[in-house]
């Protein structure tokens, strides 16, 4: 399972549901993959240039045909408002055959759109029917050309082909079937791929060093900044990206688990989330979008946040610890006993405390020079609160750190009792106040100027807006069924709020305090939206899928080999790929092995190679584990992680028959046995 126990009656906090206190689960699987390329300036024209390969081969048609589908190319950095001005695309082939006339000659299908076509990749045989595929209107095509090149005579020969979107050039005979100088909004960047087929009677063709060049202006919104949103689902999934100047979803991050609230380093570049079930606290790279690590945290933890300085995180868990992990060696170098279950750890703006609570009515301060708890201090929570036994989140403070707000994030099923927001002065951890809000509060956060507080409520479906210089509330937005998460975008002017019961996000524009829109996304559970951090110099490669879910396996057995496709998807630079290797609580319960290059081999331009993982479990229950790639490009190293997932249950038993032959007067209950084994 993705998420640790919910905030109902147990002291930790995940997606609640109005069933009796009890927390439901809700499957579902949204992979996007993409490409990573240098970003175009807005506004600025491009060239871009990727390497689709070869061979293909193509004929026609006296032996039947042979065409081929290149690569597809899926380019994240061009995205937004785009304008494509011209494609080229260039080849070099050898001539086997060509038609009682002479001549030899293929014909190009060059596709460029906003999503991809959906064709195969590689050699085929036959006929080729383009109607199979959803290679139309709906996929937003932006250029498409059927344009037929006439090779010399025979031997071996190059060329560029150039085409305009508006006209073909006379090196060209053919249609342009789609052709468009109109601007096109690219949600999940660029695609382009390249059918090539025989064009003429007997011709027999190789092609090899196929390249197409794409021009353009990138001249749309700048993208991001972006919000990364749990979404509960099956194992391994998912931290979903929304670009929140489009609102378009951009990647899904498959992770090992959902607490809240996420972390976020000081510097943008990662986002930490506890995951309870598993131990681990998931490290994601914000600038590729993907599951960096995850480190070994123990307790089943349910709440991260990292020091102002970027050097530790602290983690605190259900066993009643505060854990603090060095990032420097991502592993624990303090454990802090609280008493109590922690559900919620904040630090203070300049780094000297961290704050911990959850179950129960106490708060403890901790020291983050000593690593040791400073003073405790007790909420004065309601009697709905003293029933319900769960939680204080909190607090959260003003940017100044002089003020901090404590909720009290509990309340029975049906209850209708209004919830308790405490003030507190800081740092005297001083009460200087209540402010009542709907029913059954549960995530409260500070927006980014400091001056308003935003409070969601599960049991009204609203959040309440509160004055932070007044501390009273200003305004009750509606928004959908159950929200449980809230973030801002780092300007403050927008607040996506997560829906859990109607699986919607909702946005708020703060100026107006009203809904402007809203999303789809299945069960949303947590939300942060980092400003965008500086691109990344590393080459991220591509894994398809980006992780592996298996089915139950009985221990002490094998199940077969399921693969991970590795591609580098730069068409510049070769990486050398320097370790493949098994991480995470349960690394001996699965077996890998690769056919990647081995160094100083590397991994070529738009090259793939395969890791291959059985699941072979050693013990009864969830067995995760991540299979963890490091590649670099002489620029930099990027390290990502695939997570996997499996059931391990025990062997039937099996009963042995044994057969028994009696003679005369002899006593049974002596000497008849059952062998039961498993």
């Known amino acids: 399972m993705l998420f640790g126990p919910s905030a109902n009656h147990n002291g930790t906090r995940s997606p609640m549901f109005a069933v009796a206190g009890r927390a439901v689960r809700v499957a579902t699987v949204l992979l996007v993959f993409a490409a990573v390329f240098g970003v175009p300036a807005r506004g600025q024209s491009f060239s871009k240039t990727y390497q689709l390969g070869g061979p293909i081969h193509v004929s026609c048609c006296v032996n039947g045909m042979a065409y081929g589908f290149t690569p597809v190319i899926q380019d994240a950095s061009i995205s937004g408002n785009v304008q494509i001005t011209s494609i080229s695309v260039s080849d070099t082939g050898n001539i086997a055959a060509t038609d009682p006339n002479g001549i030899a000659g293929t014909t190009w299908e060059v596709f460029v759109g906003s999503s991809s076509c959906g064709f195969p990749v590689g050699q085929q045989q036959g006929i080729i029917s383009l109607n199979t595929y959803s290679c139309n209107a709906q996929t937003q095509l932006i250029f498409n050309t059927n344009g037929n090149f006439t090779a010399p005579a025979a031997g071996v020969f190059s060329g560029s082909y150039n085409f305009q979107t508006n006209t073909l050039t006379t090196n060209d005979i053919g249609q342009l079937i789609t052709g468009t100088t109109a601007t096109t909004n690219l949600t999940q960047g660029l695609f382009a791929q ?11 063709l190789t092609l090899n060093n196929i390249s197409i060049t794409i021009n353009g202006i990138a001249n749309g919104n700048a993208s991001g900044p972006f919000a990364f949103v749990g979404s509960g689902s099956s194992a391994n999934c998912c931290l979903v990206v929304i670009d929140t100047s489009t609102n378009a979803v951009v990647a899904s991050i498959p992770i090992t688990g959902l607490g809240i609230p996420f972390a976020v380093a000081p510097d943008n570049s990662k986002i930490y989330i506890a995951d309870y079930n598993n131990n681990l606290l998931d490290v994601i790279d914000t600038a590729s979008k993907t599951l960096q690590t995850a480190i070994s945290a123990p307790g089943q933890p349910n709440a991260a946040v990292v020091t102002p300085n970027g050097k530790f995180v602290y983690v ?9 992990i060095s990032l420097a060696t991502n592993s624990v170098v303090a454990t802090i006993p609280m008493g109590f279950q922690v559900t919620w750890v ?14 129960g009515a106490v708060v403890a301060q901790i020291s983050t020079a ?46 209708v009792v209004p919830g308790t927001v405490h003030v507190y002065s800081f740092p005297g951890n001083t009460p200087t106040g209540t402010i009542s809000v709907p029913t059954f509060p549960f995530d409260l956060v500070v927006s980014p100027d400091g001056t308003k507080l935003y ?10 807006v509160i004055n932070t210089s007044s501390n009273t509330v200003t305004a009750t937005i509606p928004v959908g069924n159950s929200p449980q998460s809230l973030g801002f975008t780092p300007d403050g002017t927008l607040a996506y709020v997560g829906n859990v019961l109607d699986g919607t996000i909702s946005i708020i524009n703060t100026a107006t305090n009203t809904v402007t829109g809203s999303l789809q996304l299945p069960l ?22 980006p992780n592996l879910v298996f089915g139950n396996q009985v221990i002490g057995t094998s199940s077969e080999n399921s693969s991970i496709q590795v591609t580098n998807p730069s068409g510049v630079t070769a990486v050398t790929i320097t370790g493949i290797t098994l991480t995470g609580p349960n690394p001996t319960d699965y077996i890998v092995s690769n056919n990647c290059p081995v160094p100083p081999a590397k991994l070529g331009t738009q090259a793939s190679c395969f890791v291959n993982v059985a699941f072979a479990p050693l013990a009864v229950g969830t067995r995760t584990a991540l299979v963890q790639i490091v590649d670099n490009n002489g620029t930099a190293s990027s390290t990502q992680s695939a997570p996997l997932s499996g059931g391990a249950t025990a062997a039937e038993p099996t009963t042995t028959a044994v057969i028994l032959n009696f003679g005369v007067g002899t006593n049974v209950s002596q000497t008849a046995t059952t062998s039961i084994s498993g």
């Not at 605190?316 to 603090?324: D, E, K, Q, S």
């Not at 904040?346 to 179950?359: E, I, K, L, N």
């Not at 409070?455 to 309440?464: E, L, R, Y």
């Not at 949303?524 to 899928?545: D, R, Y």
């Open 194 to 204: 390249i059918l090539l087929w025989g064009g003429d009677q007997g011709a027999d």
């Open 346 to 359: 904040t630090v203070t703006p300049d780094g000297s405390s961290v704050y911990a609570a959850g179950g």
């Open 524 to 545: 949303p559970f947590g939300i942060v939206i980092p400003a965008t951090p500086p691109a990344s110099q590393a080459t991220t490669l591509v894994l398809t899928p």
């Open 370 to 415: 000593t690593n040791k708890i400073t003073t405790t201090f007790v909420v004065p929570v309601t009697a709905e609160q003293q029933t319900a036994g769960c939680c204080l989140a909190g607090p959260v403070f003003t940017p100044a750190g002089m003020t901090g707000y404590i909720e009290e994030s509990s309340g029975a099923p049906g209850s």
């Open 316 to 324: 605190g868990a259900n066993n009643g610890n505060v854990y603090v």
């Open 455 to 464: 409070v969601t409520s599960v049991g009204a479906n609203n959040v309440s």
